[in-house]
């Protein structure tokens, strides 16, 4: 589907589920004709997971959180049922993110559509679908709207009563979970329009061949459609310091769950985890010589179904600072045919001990994207990147 079209539905029970490389809240809201809730009830979501004819399913964390409209059950004064989204995490924007609903038959779990809001930015809340009655038929309808005071504006804008006061829209960030409350209505905070990408923000793919990916650019290892490759190659290097001293820096990569649990961590002192399913090359205790100064081969068709996150950091063990690195880059090789697929030229430094370059995130498709990182960290071990890099997926 896309922004603004629709389709009539042929059954009586419908699912909107929507799933992305992060956690995301997913919520429902009964309208009637004036585009309002009737009350607080009316807000579906996982503190109060049940409404009249409109009920919603956690995925905990394995598959997407998911609302379900019963339109036999729904009552005669409620014209619509707005799906939303918001990224779990607090403050965390849509940008680099691509959520897609998918619009299921109840009964049998069949897919009857699947939208994919484009051009997302500084959104911290969608709304995503509607499930709309129109002349007695009941129809749904792709949206992606985009709000940039998270489940707040959104809530405030259907006439829910919230806690606290709204953030400005301004100042982007993850509202507490809404919840049933006695304060007065805040004023309804309109909707952001959508934003353009960052520099380098947005998912490209591999059909043209090698990439090269700015900060915040993700590509999907697909090409044609079809996943590239199971097995892949991260190299990573990086130029002794500036005036010719040598500098201990150190590749790891962080495995995380669903709900950006640490499974395990592969570096210097663990060169293999997940039974030999990510291996590294050891260590480079200076970053003398040219090519990849430490390797990471990474098996995905072998990694465990709980891994839903790799990311790849660096980590300045002597303690000097990035600003003394002559240069850092992360690079993705096919290892069956050498072929360097995806590179990432680390080009501005800040002076700390620490660095995320970049990740890996399955999909709920089962195929992989890579998102350049870039981000500074004070860190001098791989301990010490768990946290920060469970923040960033």
């Known amino acids: ?20 490389p992060v956690r995301l809240d997913v919520s429902g809201l009964l309208l009637t004709g ?42 005669p004064d409620i014209e619509k049922i707005v799906v939303t989204a918001s990224p779990d995490a607090a403050g965390q924007t849509f940008q680099g993110i691509e959520p897609t609903a998918t619009i299921r038959n109840a009964d049998d779990q069949s897919v009857l559509a699947t939208f994919t809001p484009p051009r997302l930015g500084t959104e911290t809340a969608l ?30 804008d259907f006439g829910v009563t919230v806690e606290e006061p709204a953030p400005a829209a301004a100042a982007p960030q993850q509202p507490p979970a809404p919840a049933a409350v006695t304060a007065p209505p805040m004023p ?11 520099p380098g ?25 079809r996943p590239l490759l199971s097995r892949v190659q991260m190299g990573l290097g990086w130029e002794p310091a500036f005036g010719g001293r040598d500098i201990d ?12 649990n640490h499974i395990d961590s592969c570096y210097f002192g663990k060169l293999t985890i997940l039974n030999g399913a990510v291996k590294h090359s050891g260590d480079n205790l200076t970053g003398e010589g040219g090519g990849d100064d430490e390797v990471i081969v990474v098996d995905l068709g072998r990694l465990p179904q709980e891994v839903t996150g790799l990311v790849f950091t660096v980590n300045s063990f002597s ?31 800040e002076p700390q001990t620490g660095v995320l370059m970049a990740k890996l995130i399955r999909q709920f498709s089962g195929e992989w994207d890579m998102t350049a990182m870039g981000d500074f960290v004070k860190a001098r071990t791989v301990r010490n990147m768990v946290k920060p890099a469970a923040a960033a997926l």
Not at 15 to 20: K, N, R, S
């Open 188 to 198: 309804a905070a309109p909707p952001a329009a959508p934003a353009p990408p960052a």
């Open 201 to 225: 923000a947005g998912k490209i793919n591999l059909d043209k061949g090698r990439v090269s990916l700015q900060k915040n650019q993700t590509v999907s290892l697909v090409k044609g459609g």
């Open 34 to 75: 004036d585009g309002k809730v009737r009350s607080d009830d009316d807000f579906i979501f996982y503190n109060q997971p049940a409404g009249p004819g409109v009920t919603y399913r956690s995925g905990g964390g394995s598959t997407p959180d998911a609302i379900t409209v019963d339109t036999g059950a729904v009552p």
């Open 319 to 349: 303690g000097q600072k990035f600003t003394d690195v002559a240069k850092a880059y992360c690079r993705l090789v096919d290892t069956a045919t050498g072929e360097e697929l995806v590179r990432f030229d680390l080009t501005g430094a």
């Open 1 to 20: 589907m896309t922004p603004g079209s629709n389709i009539p539905l042929p059954t009586a029970r419908v699912t909107v589920d929507v799933a992305a």
């Open 249 to 260: 820096l150190d590749a790891s990569v962080i495995a995380y769950g669903p709900q950006r």
């Open 127 to 156: 709304v995503i679908v509607e499930v709309y009655r129109r002349n007695g038929q009941w129809k749904a309808r792709a949206v992606g709207q985009g709000y940039a005071d998270g489940l707040a504006g959104i809530a405030t």
